[in-house]
């Protein structure tokens, strides 16, 4: 069960910035986030970035989270000549005005799926904002997924929202709570205490599969590159386990439920420690997604790992046919 803070300005910073792109001009983009990559980190009290693909199915909306040691640096970087250059040379593609969260304090969370939710609440109606959102913390509680929730409280010079963060175990569950019906019923009580709200979706299913190393900020694959690489890595550490750990098991006449939890043990230490980050290395010209800039690298990278789904299953039909 999570826990909900307001955080103080000594503490480390982030901003949160949503971007959509015009059709067609994404790879521009992309170089674009790079240069402007390289010139934050020349600033003080930079900690790291990193980007998020648009999900597929929804709008070509693009997130960039950066983080700082303290909320005055941010501001430097927020107010600085060199942000305002690269907002103007990155103008022709964007599709619409950028929109932004900053949030003080916390550590960001590690392999979960956060949405962060920025209100304009009406003057004078901020206690009963408080005692809405503490409504609805009790609400998500109830809900299968939920890790926690954090308030950010407006920072006075840089935002005058309210912002949310709150984090589910995997994107169908945080999916489950914003379109439930307990969810809607709440927007409409909470109506009279804030004009309109935001929400951006952060994070990814396998995130923690997928780290290139430290302080890499290139970004997280799409979910469906992830999931084709999982499956690559997957598929031949469970068979070789039922082969293996798996006979032995049936040998020792082991109860099915408890072997099973030992091999998905052995499965997923594997797949984090081993297999994983040499996967990572070997795709990572089509993973990354400011490498794979092309169609042609995407039909690539796939047919390779279609290629090798290929040549384990027939190993494998093979060797135990």
């Given at each position: 069960m999570g826990t909900r803070a307001s955080r103080d300005l000594g503490d480390s910073a982030t901003v949160v910035t949503s971007q959509k792109i015009r059709a067609g001009r994404d790879d521009d983009y992309k170089r674009w986030q790079e240069k402007t990559n390289q010139v934050v980190r020349g600033f003080d009290g930079f900690q790291g970035t990193e980007l998020y693909p648009?999900?597929?199915?929804?709008e070509n909306e693009w997130v960039v989270v950066f983080r700082f040691a303290g909320v005055e640096q941010l501001t430097a970087w927020l107010n600085s000549g060199a942000r305002r250059q690269l907002l103007d040379e990155g103008r022709p593609l964007f599709d619409g005005t950028p929109t932004q969260e900053v949030?003080?304090?916390?550590?960001?969370?590690?392999?979960?799926?956060?949405?962060?939710?920025?209100?304009?609440?009406?003057?004078?109606?901020?206690?009963?904002?408080?005692?809405?959102?503490?409504?609805?913390?009790?609400?998500?509680?109830?809900?299968?997924?939920?890790?926690?929730?954090?308030?950010?409280?407006?920072?006075?010079?840089?935002?005058?929202?309210?912002?949310?963060?709150?984090?589910?175990?995997?994107?169908?569950?945080?999916?489950?709570?914003?379109?439930?019906?307990?969810?809607?019923?709440?927007?409409?009580?909470?109506?009279?205490?804030?004009?309109?709200?935001?929400?951006?979706?952060?994070?990814?299913?396998?995130g923690g599969w997928f780290r290139f190393g430290e302080g890499a900020d290139e970004g997280i694959p799409p979910n469906w590159k992830q999931a084709m690489s999982v499956v690559l890595?997957?598929?031949?550490?469970?068979?070789?386990?039922?082969?293996?750990?798996?006979?032995?098991?049936?040998?020792?006449?082991?109860?099915?439920?408890?072997?099973?939890?030992?091999?998905?043990?052995?499965?997923?230490?594997?797949?984090?420690?081993?297999?994983?980050?040499?996967?990572n290395r070997a795709l990572a010209f089509w993973l990354l997604p400011n490498r794979a800039r092309s169609f042609r690298t995407h039909v690539a990278g796939a047919a390779v790992v279609a290629v090798c789904y290929l040549v384990i299953i027939t190993i494998f039909g093979l060797t135990t046919g």
């Open positions: 648009p999900v597929s199915g929804e949030l003080t304090g916390g550590t960001p969370a590690q392999d979960v799926v956060t949405a962060v939710i920025s209100h304009d609440v009406l003057p004078g109606r901020e206690r009963d904002f408080m005692r809405w959102e503490d409504k609805i913390l009790k609400t998500q509680e109830g809900f299968p997924g939920f890790m926690g929730s954090e308030m950010f409280k407006p920072v006075e010079g840089i935002q005058d929202r309210w912002v949310v963060a709150f984090r589910f175990d995997t994107r169908e569950h945080l999916d489950g709570w914003l379109d439930s019906e307990a969810r809607e019923k709440l927007l409409e009580e909470g109506r009279g205490y804030f004009r309109s709200y935001d929400v951006r979706k952060i994070g990814s299913a396998f890595a997957l598929y031949p550490t469970v068979m070789i386990l039922n082969l293996t750990v798996g006979d032995w098991f049936n040998s020792l006449g082991m109860p099915g439920y408890l072997s099973l939890f030992i091999s998905n043990v052995l499965s997923v230490s594997v797949l984090t420690w081993l297999l994983m980050p040499l996967v």
